[in-house]
């Protein structure tokens, strides 16, 4: 009897102890992050943020998006891009001066001097053209930028593998293709990609061994509405040698304006399901909604949520819908989500067919001070 009152009195007041630093540690970390990638870019350009929460009071972009509740940055490093931009350099920079504001930091890497995507992996100019002096090459440079971080005072919490890499990347050699019917396919050809994933992978275990915090390393698929392509594509990996504890979250794109089957149901379902086959943190890594879609470019894309217009206010309820959904995975394994681009000034579209999906007004009647107001959905991360 005595046993079961101390049981009851210890349920009572843990019930009843309201949020303390120790259930704070309990709660996993929720990543709300947006990629800043091309920030550093525009701000050498002469491009400057002013917060219009703030009587228009000019602001570094992280500072306004902080305020909206972002608590982690995305970047991208490419190998040796014209000028430097997306370099080395460039992203311990900006790496530093994220870290230092209490941002943790998300690196995305292209694998290429350019972009990356399910449409495109060129590999470096620069890296051999046979596979096992690439894979070789691979794995140092992913050694030696990890480290170059941690020199640099720089603790990296999320590292992606590659981007996008749906169809493999470091082409051709890596290419890699789950379209094939019938499936299961003897033809995918996983078998250089895994190759090439692996020496990546052990770059990563190189850094560690030379002293660097293990990050947690993400692969990063788009489409992630698409279950089919995602049971496929991780399935061929792991028949191809590389053990489910290689990776330790997953992360997909999802976008409103590139299909109408990217659904919140499909996504959902995606999701329930891997977080169930696989048991592992999975995160919506790229994401944006438009919110001007005019015609500009014609046809208009439809989106996938038809009810949630192209709007400012759009932007915030689709991304409240996502966080939603990704919180409600189960086992607690959905990690975070991170919005695409939000201050390009001068690329809106973002790669799609809508004007502008970025979380700012461009203002371009000071042609040499360029001003982005901030719009109401720079607070979609707050906590509501
Ligand atoms: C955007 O501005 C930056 C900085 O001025 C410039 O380097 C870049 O070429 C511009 N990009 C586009 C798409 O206009
Ligand atoms: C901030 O700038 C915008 C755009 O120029 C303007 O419409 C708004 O009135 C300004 N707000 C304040 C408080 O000055
Ligand atoms: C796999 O590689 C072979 C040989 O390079 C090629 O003929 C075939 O088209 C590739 N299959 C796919 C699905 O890419
Ligand atoms: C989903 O992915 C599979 C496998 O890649 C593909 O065959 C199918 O066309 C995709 N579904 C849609 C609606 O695009
Ligand atoms: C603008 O962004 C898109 C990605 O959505 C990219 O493909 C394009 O190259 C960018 N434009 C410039 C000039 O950087
Ligand atoms: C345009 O921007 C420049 C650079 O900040 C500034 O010196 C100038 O006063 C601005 N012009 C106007 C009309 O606001």
Not at 307 to 319: D, F, L, N, R
Request: charged share 15%.
């Amino acid at each position: 009897m005595y046993l079961w009152s101390f049981i009851l009195l210890v349920v009572a007041l843990v019930a009843a102890t309201p949020q303390s630093a120790g259930q704070d540690m309990l709660q996993p970390f929720f990543y709300k992050g947006h990629d800043l990638s091309s920030l550093k870019m525009l701000e050498e350009g002469g491009y400057v943020y002013k917060d219009t929460a703030r009587n228009n009071q000019t602001r570094a972009a992280e500072d306004i998006l902080g305020d909206g509740g972002m608590n982690s940055v995305r970047l991208r490093i490419w190998v040796n891009p014209v000028g430097g931009t997306y370099g080395l350099q460039y992203n311990l920079d900006l790496a530093k001066r994220f870290q230092d504001k209490g941002y943790k930091i998300y690196l995305d890497f292209h694998f290429s001097d350019s972009w990356a995507d399910p449409n495109k992996q060129p590999p470096p100019a620069a890296w051999p053209k046979t596979l096992g002096p690439l894979a070789l090459t691979l794995r140092q440079y992913v050694k030696d930028t990890l480290v170059s971080f941690h020199d640099a005072g720089i603790d990296l919490s999320l590292v992606a593998l590659g981007n996008e890499i749906r169809h493999g990347m470091l082409w051709p050699l890596g290419y890699a293709d789950v379209d094939v019917e019938p499936w299961p396919a003897t033809v995918a050809n996983f078998s250089n990609l895994a190759t090439l994933w692996k020496a990546a992978r052990a770059g990563v275990d190189d850094a560690i061994f030379m002293g660097v915090p293990k990050p947690a390393v993400l692969i990063h698929i788009d489409d992630g509405w698409n279950l089919t392509l995602q049971q496929r594509w991780f399935g061929a990996l792991t028949e191809n040698g590389i053990p489910t504890t290689a990776w330790d979250v997953f992360g997909f794109s999802f976008y409103p304006f590139y299909g109408t089957a990217a659904t919140f149901d499909n996504l959902r379902t995606t999701l329930h399901t891997l977080a169930k086959e696989y048991g592992k943190p999975l995160q919506v890594v790229e994401t944006d909604y438009p919110a001007i879609c005019n015609g500009e470019f014609e046809p208009i894309p439809p989106s996938s949520e038809p009810e949630i217009p192209y709007s400012i206010a759009g932007q915030t309820s689709w991304t409240d819908d996502v966080i939603s959904i990704v919180q409600q995975v189960p086992y607690g394994l959905g990690q975070g989500i991170h919005y695409w681009e939000p201050a390009w000034l001068n690329n809106t579209s973002l790669g799609s067919d809508c004007n502008d999906a970025i979380l700012f007004t461009a203002d371009y009647s000071n042609l040499t001070e360029p001003v982005g107001y901030s719009r109401s959905s720079v607070g979609m991360f707050r906590v509501k």
